[in-house]
């Protein structure tokens, strides 16, 4: 990405970017909660890539205190007064260092807090890009027509040309603007939640490929660039993206494992660079969506532990439609549904992020990568600056059966 030293450059770069007359500068994926912070989203703009974060309850700290006390409305005005004030800090931070620099919001749908937070983000002055997935975000191409909205450009995350052609149909009936890019996620490489629906395969190769996935959106959004996520961590897995017709590649993992992301280094090295760690796709997270994580046992599910968590409970994926909360009913000690396998993610996550590790998501690539010499030093296993895991990825080729996008 060049240096730009201008208001005016940078429009003239991102209007060349969502023309199509630019390729895209590296992007990292959007990971939460809190991972991908205003330390990493500097970080990415001094690296001249385009620093994405993870606004999905950014003002999680809050969840460190015991909140047993309040009412359920007050737990959730808590969390909402807190993300509020984590967006305005963390936003003026990368400012504050980047002026002119790109940035990006990622934010989930799904979220008790996502409309709240979209207006956070609008009223802030201080994002470019918004990224948005985990549900069918119908309102926002209204609510980003509107003239206090129109600094920003918006992206929907999608894994199938389907829900783009939703979005174009809607626009073409008058209900607002049109997207300005796609960010196609792969399910069978990304990590975290996966854009699957109940009963489909997120590994099926043939329903989510990548060409024929680009093939469609170029009859459905002619001329409308689109991004490509999800088993990318080498030069010749971006090179592949852009042969297949995409205008940019983002990383995630590959970028989650660097000092300056939010994930601790002892994590990391622990628990992401330990060979023996292997790799599951489940649906216990509470969302109801499928997940790709770490085979990291979550917190105990006892009659105590499940009493906390509701005690404490900020319905951050709204409560109603908790999968957590809809089977954590614990009467005279006893669970009722012992065997239930569901997570509190609001807890299990912000310990992750806190440093002790319980949901650890992640693309199916770290089987691959935490080979790499980069993740060795003095024969022990090195968390690597994210200038030098950048360095590495765009310098190296990904080995024989990696497990990640295929270079055709």
């Not at 109603?320 to 009722?336: H, V």
Request: with cysteine; hydrophobic share 35%; proline share 5%.
């Amino acid at each position: 990405m060049p240096s730009l030293n201008s208001s005016a450059e940078k429009q003239e770069y991102l209007d060349a970017l969502f023309t199509g007359e630019e390729r895209f500068p590296l992007l990292n994926g959007g990971m939460g909660i809190d991972f991908t912070d205003e330390t990493f989203v500097a970080e990415m703009a001094r690296q001249r890539r385009i620093g994405v974060f993870a606004f999905s309850a950014p003002g999680y700290r809050v969840l460190e205190n015991d909140l047993s006390h309040m009412t359920p409305q007050q737990r959730v005005q808590t969390l909402r007064a807190s993300n509020q004030c984590a967006i305005a800090q963390k936003t003026q931070h990368v400012r504050d260092q980047h002026e002119h620099a790109i940035v990006g919001a990622n934010v989930m749908k799904i979220l008790e807090d996502y409309p709240a937070t979209i207006e956070d983000i609008i009223a802030s002055k201080r994002i470019d890009i918004l990224f948005v997935g985990a549900g069918l975000p119908r309102d926002l191409l209204k609510r980003m027509a509107q003239d206090d909205a129109k600094h920003m450009r918006y992206v929907p995350i999608i894994s199938s040309a389907g829900i783009a052609e939703l979005f174009e149909k809607l626009a073409d009936r008058g209900k607002g603007k049109r997207p300005d890019a796609y960010y196609v996620e792969l399910p069978q490489f990304a990590g975290g939640h996966l854009g699957v629906l109940k009963g489909q395969d997120p590994n099926d190769t043939d329903t989510f490929d990548p060409v024929r996935i680009r093939e469609e959106l170029q009859g459905i959004a002619p001329g409308r660039p689109v991004i490509l996520a999800g088993g990318i961590a080498y030069r010749d897995q971006v090179q592949a993206a852009f042969d297949e017709g995409y205008q940019g590649a983002a990383m995630g993992t590959r970028l989650l494992l660097t000092q300056e992301s939010g994930l601790s280094d002892g994590i990391s090295r622990d628990m992401y660079l330990d060979p023996s760690r292997d790799v599951c796709v489940d649906a216990h997270s509470p969302t109801g969506y499928m997940a790709r994580r770490l085979d990291v046992a979550c917190t105990e599910r006892t009659a105590e532990s499940v009493r906390q968590a509701i005690r404490n409970c900020v319905s951050c994926v709204k409560a109603r439609d908790c999968e957590f909360c809809k089977n954590a009913s614990a009467t005279n000690g006893e669970l009722q549904q012992p065997e239930d396998p569901h997570y509190c993610i609001a807890r299990d996550l912000t310990s992750t992020r806190l440093g002790i590790a319980k949901i650890c998501f992640t693309g199916s690539q770290i089987v691959t990568i935490r080979h790499d010499p980069l993740y060795e030093s003095d024969g022990e296993r090195y968390v690597p600056t994210l200038a030098e895991a950048l360095e590495y990825a765009l310098n190296h080729d990904a080995p024989q059966g990696a497990q990640g996008l295929q270079v055709r």
